[in-house]
């Protein structure tokens, strides 16, 4: 029987290329938008993402900025 991968609580994991790209896009729409506030269901129509990759491109950004302090 396989074993379920087990996920860390915590920090996501959200290190790969894909996720960098969607980060990017992200930060990309966000400048544009310029505090606008844009909503999750905005953001993926202005990104051309799925939920879930806007998901993960969030993670990364917060990622990102965390490391930067």
């Avoid at 999750?40 to 998901?55: C, D, F, G, N, Y």
Wanted: net charge positive; aromatic share 2%.
């Amino acid at each position: 029987m396989p074993r379920k991968a087990r996920r860390r609580k915590g920090r996501p994991r959200r290190k790969g290329d894909a996720a960098r790209s969607h980060a990017d896009r992200i930060r990309n729409v966000l400048f544009e938008a310029q505090g606008v506030g844009l909503t999750l269901p905005q953001l993926i129509r202005a990104t051309e993402l799925t939920k879930s990759q806007v998901h993960s491109g969030l993670a990364m950004l917060r990622d990102q900025a965390a490391e930067k302090g």
